[in-house]
């Protein structure tokens, strides 16, 4: 099955930096990639995704990009925010169509003031 | 975020005990996942149902778990005989493949604590 591999596991930013997030996956057939964000005590909530036909998205200061060839995505935080403080999930889809989703690890940002 | 229910929000079983949580995923939605988190760590698939027949499921729901989604308006997952190592968030979520609404949300989940 699909597997997907995250990094940095924890991630420590000045607030008004920029904080990236990468993942990489396996399965050529996979075509839609999501990110989550959980706060402590809550579910994750989906933030920003791109399918295998976009290349680039922005929503606000989020930014995903995505490398089919190289099987690898990633999330930029621009001018980050001690509110964007969370765990971050990347996902990617089997392909298959069903939306079942495989997951990273996770990773930790922690904006400091 | 979608309207995806689950109910209790807190669940605290002794070991060897039996566990039901239940899931009332999104209208109109024909697919729902299980999926369990522990210690906020990464997301674990457990099963997915489409039109209320499970279709993918791990070895160890098959083994150990119950799950039925008997109509599209309410699924439930069940623990046999609950272990220490069961205790997790359940998170369920449901979409429409293949359809504007193929995104995945969450519901609020289950944590459970077995003891």
């Known amino acids: 099955g699909e597997q997907v591999e995250q990094l940095p596991s924890i991630l420590r930013v000045q607030e008004g930096s920029s904080a990236s997030i990468n993942c990489s996956y396996e399965?050529?057939?996979?075509?839609?990639f999501p990110w989550y964000k959980q706060e402590p005590g809550e579910n994750p909530k989906l933030i920003i995704d791109i399918r295998s036909n976009m290349e680039r998205k922005q929503i606000q200061e989020l930014i995903v990009l995505l490398d089919k060839k190289a099987k690898r995505f990633s999330l930029h935080i621009t001018d980050t925010q001690p509110g964007d403080s969370a765990m971050y999930f990347c996902?990617?889809?089997?392909?298959?169509?069903?939306?079942?989703?495989?997951f990273g690890h996770g990773t930790i940002l922690r904006v400091h003031p | 975020d979608a309207a995806v229910t689950q109910k209790p929000r807190y669940l605290i079983k002794m070991k060897g005990q039996e566990a039901e949580m239940k899931c009332i995923p999104e209208?109109?939605?024909?697919?729902v996942f299980w999926y369990q988190q522990k210690q906020s760590k990464e997301l674990k698939f457990l099963i997915y149902?489409?039109?209320?027949?499970?279709?993918?499921q791990i070895d160890m729901v098959k083994e150990r778990f119950s799950a039925v989604c008997p109509s599209s308006s309410l699924c439930s997952l069940g623990i046999r005989t609950c272990e220490a190592e069961d205790s997790a968030l359940y998170l369920c979520?449901?979409?429409?493949?293949?359809?504007?609404?193929?995104?995945?949300?969450f519901g609020h989940g289950t944590k459970l604590s077995v003891l």
């Open positions: 149902f489409q039109n209320q027949q499970p279709l993918d």
């Open positions: 209208k109109g939605h024909t697919a």
């Open positions: 399965d050529s057939a996979s075509n839609y």
């Open positions: 979520s449901s979409s429409q493949p293949g359809g504007p609404n193929e995104r995945l949300f």
């Open positions: 996902a990617a889809d089997t392909g298959a169509n069903t939306g079942k989703l495989t």
